[in-house]
């Protein structure tokens, strides 16, 4: 074989491997970008439920002598989920526990709060309360939904980062794994019902 001819077969495999390492490297970025986005919509939704929590809140508050301290544990339990914030980046486990943590306080005050508006039927009755209640529960369900989209966004990004040989290409640009949501502590045990 000629010299030539062993220089454009090397100069070939290098190119085919650069190209293959940016190919690879666009669509892990890619990706992330996704996980970044699923996130900046899980963050929405939860802003949407901070955000209808004060006029619940002053709804109850103007419609019956409440309970002080139901509304109190609601309006902290929404300061501490408001001031918890994580860069979707980074999105580490223990940020995401953090956010977790903070965001099931601020589920478990809202449902102390309903439990409680149940022995106040004026309050039940009282249009702004009843729309404000349908808001908030579409809107569980909207975070529901995208934390599922979340968790589908980042598991096609950790199996993407994962896999050999993109793996090595992860490791040398240093893409990270991103945390998923989980359920709840205690969400496997059945609520119980007594009548």
Do not use: H
């Not at 501490?80 to 903070?102: C, G, H, R, W, Y």
């Not at 808001?135 to 975070?143: A, F």
């Not at 993407?160 to 709840?184: C, D, E, H, T």
């Amino acid at each position: 074989m000629k010299k030539g001819t062993i220089w454009i077969i090397v100069i070939a495999i290098i190119g085919i491997l650069v190209l293959w390492f940016v190919r690879l490297n666009n669509k892990m970025v890619e990706a992330e970008e996704q996980a970044v986005q699923a996130w900046a919509q899980v963050e929405n939704v939860y802003q949407r439920r901070a955000d209808l929590i004060p006029n619940l809140v002053n709804t109850v508050k103007g419609a019956v002598d409440f309970e002080k301290s139901t509304l109190e544990a609601v309006i902290e339990a929404r300061s501490k989920a408001t001031s918890v914030t994580i860069d979707p980046t980074n999105l580490t486990e223990e940020s995401m526990v953090a956010f977790q943590n903070a965001q099931d306080n601020l589920s478990q005050s809202l449902g102390r709060l309903m439990v409680v508006v149940e022995r106040y039927p004026e309050l039940k009755a009282n249009q702004n309360f009843l729309e404000l209640q349908a808001q908030l529960e579409g809107t569980e369900n909207r975070i529901a939904v995208e934390r599922r989209t979340f968790n589908q966004v980042v598991q096609a990004y950790n199996v993407l980062i994962r896999k050999f040989p993109n793996s090595i290409v992860a490791g040398f640009r240093n893409f990270q794994p991103k945390a998923y949501f989980k359920a709840m502590e205690g969400a496997e045990t059945p609520p119980e019902v007594n009548f």
